[in-house]
C-alpha cells in the first residue's frame, strides 16, 4: 500500500485496539432508549450492562459497576439488537469489515465457504483478532459441477460430505438443484446426525414439498418458490407470475413443517432491474458503496451476463413482494439476506438496509422488517444449531447491538448510520466504524 493507505492503516490499528479494550471488563449503556425485538416495544431510560460479551443486565437506573466504559445514549439515543444478513458469499476481511461498519454483527455464508474462511478468518474475528460480525458458514453441494458446488453424485458421498464438513466445523449444509432424490436423503439423514441441518434452494428432482418432509430447514430465496413449487414438474418456467390464489398454500407448506425463509427481495428486484440492460452494471460500479467490493468481485460483476439476457421480471417481483407479504402475516419465519457481492449491485452491508427498506416497500411494518434482521435469525440459530441466543436485546443474549440517533421503528433509515456498534461485547464507536471502511476502500484501491 502507498503511505496514505499505511498511515489508513496505523490509525485504524490504535482506534480499534481501544475500540476493543471494553472487552476487558463492563461496559454500561447508560440513558438509553431500547428496541429488545422481543415483541413491538420499547423501554425509555434504561442501562445495559454488558459483561464478557454478554448482556448481563437490562433495567431502569440499575447501578453502574466501578471502572465500566460508560456510553451514554443522553436519554435521545436508541439501542437495538446488532443486524444479521443469512444469505451472503463475503468471504474476506474486508467483506467482514464493511459488515460490521454498517452494524451488521451476524452473517451466514451460504456456500463456496474457502477453508480460509473457516479455519482462519472466522476464528479470528471470535478471539476478537479482526473485526467482523460473527460467521456462520455452509457448504454447498450439487450434482452437477454447473454452479461451483463440491460435486456428490451418490448417497454414500452424501453421508462423506457431511462428516468432512462436520470436522471442519460448518454449521449447514447448502443444497444445491442438481441433487438426486437419493442424494437429497442421505444428506438430510447425516445432517440430523452430525447436527448439520440442511438448508438451500429448491432442487429440481425433490421440490420443496418433499424437500421440507425431510428436514430441509430453510429455503434460501423467496424465488425458490417459482422454480420448484409454483410450477409444476418438468413444465418450462415462464416470465408470467404465479396465480396469487396459490399464496396461501405456500405460507401454509411453510408453516407445517416450521421452516424459515430468505427474505431477500432486494436479490431479485437488483437482478430484475439489471436484465436486458448493460447499463445498469456501469452504475453500480460508479456508485459510491463499490467502492467496498474487492477487488475479484467488481471483476465478477463485469463478467455477468445479466444485461444480455431478456427476461421480463418485474411482475414476478410484484408477486414475490405479494408472498413475502403473506408469509409475514401468516407467521413464516422470515430471514433477511442479500447474495451479496455475487450478484452486481449489492454491497455486503450496504445491500441489507436495501433489503429492509425493499420489504417496507412489500407492505410488511418496520417491526416486521427489522424482524427478519434480528429476532428471527436469533430464533432460527437457537433453534436449529443451539449457542448463546442473539438477536434481541435482552439479559443472557449475545450483546451485538446497534446504537442509533433516532427510533428505527420510526423509520428504519436510522439504521444506515450507526452512532456505534457492538459485536460480541467489543465497541466500536462512529469513528472507529469510519476508520474500518477508510481502511478497506485504501486496501482495495491502493492510493
Known sequence: MRLFARLIAACAAALLAGAALADAGVTAFVHVNVVPMDSERVLLDQTVLVREGRIAAVGEGLPVPAGAQVIDGYGRRWLSPGLADMHTHAETRGDLAVYLANGVTTVLNMGGARPNLVDSIIPAVQRGDLPGPYVYASLMVDGTPDYNGLVIKTPAQARAVVELAAANRYDFIKAYVGLTPAVFGALADAGRQYNLP????????????????????????????????FTPAGAQETDAPPDEARIPQAVALVRQYGAAVTADVVTFKTIAEQIGRPEMLARYLAAPEAAYVTPADRQAWRRSSYGSKSAKLAAKLAFERKLVKAMADGGVQLLSGTDAPSIPG?????????????????????????????????????????????????????????????????????????????????????????LLRLKTRASYSGD
Request: no cysteine; glycine share 10%.
Open 198 to 229: 440442511l438448508v438451500g434452494h429448491g432442487v429440481t428432482a425433490v421440490r420443496l414439498e418433499r424437500q421440507l418432509a425431510q428436514g430441509q430447514v430453510m429455503v434460501a430465496h423467496l424465488e425458490e418458490f417459482f422454480y420448484t413449487y
Open 346 to 434: 449489492l454491497v455486503p452491508g450496504y445491500s441489507l438496509h436495501d433489503n429492509l427498506a425493499e420489504l417496507e416497500r412489500s407492505q410488511l411494518t418496520r417491526y416486521q422488517a427489522l424482524s427478519t434482521a434480528t429476532r428471527a435469525p436469533g430464533e432460527f440459530i437457537a433453534r436449529t444449531k443451539g449457542g448463546t441466543p442473539f438477536g434481541q436485546v435482552r439479559t443472557g443474549y449475545r450483546a451485538d447491538l446497534l446504537l442509533s440517533e433516532q427510533n428505527p421503528l420510526d423509520g428504519l433509515s436510522t439504521l444506515r448510520k450507526p452512532v456505534g456498534v457492538m459485536a460480541e461485547g467489543r465497541w466500536y464507536d462512529s469513528g472507529a466504524l469510519d
